[in-house]
């Protein structure tokens, strides 16, 4: 049986931080963006993410924000809809040539298949 010499200095392990793979620092960390703010310790850069997200004036200008775009779909579907519900010519339309209907149908089923069940075009 051989010694346990012939293993190395850390006894056939290889060297500390070897092991990881690319992205990570000689320490094992994992490297973060810093968002503009010099790193000096880990505390400063929580302290700046927490007041960030705290503020009250960011958190209404994102409600707000989220209520605008919500507004802005509502709008367009009520549109849409009413198109196709108040227009005489439109509505005749669908009614005469129900092909056109139907093959919406089917692009619009073909399309969210393919969103669902592939990730590229998402």
Not at 1 to 26: K, Q, Y
Not at 27 to 41: Q, R
Not at 63 to 71: D, G, Q
Not at 91 to 102: L, R, T
Request: net charge neutral.
């Amino acid at each position: 049986m051989r010694s346990p010499r012939h293993l190395g200095p850390n006894g056939g392990l290889p060297t500390p931080g070897a092991w990881m793979g690319p992205g990570f620092g000689p320490s094992g960390a994992i490297p973060t963006l810093s968002a503009g703010v010099p790193s000096s310790n880990s505390g400063d850069m929580d302290d700046f993410l927490s007041n960030q997200f705290e503020s009250t004036s960011v958190r209404h200008a994102f409600i707000r924000k989220v209520y605008l775009i919500l507004a802005v779909q509502i709008a367009f579907t009520f549109s849409v809809v009413a198109v196709f519900t108040f227009v005489e010519e439109v509505k005749m339309f669908v009614i005469n040539y129900p092909g056109i209907y139907y093959a919406s149908l089917v692009i619009y089923f073909a399309v969210y298949c393919v969103l669902i069940c592939c990730k590229e075009p998402r």
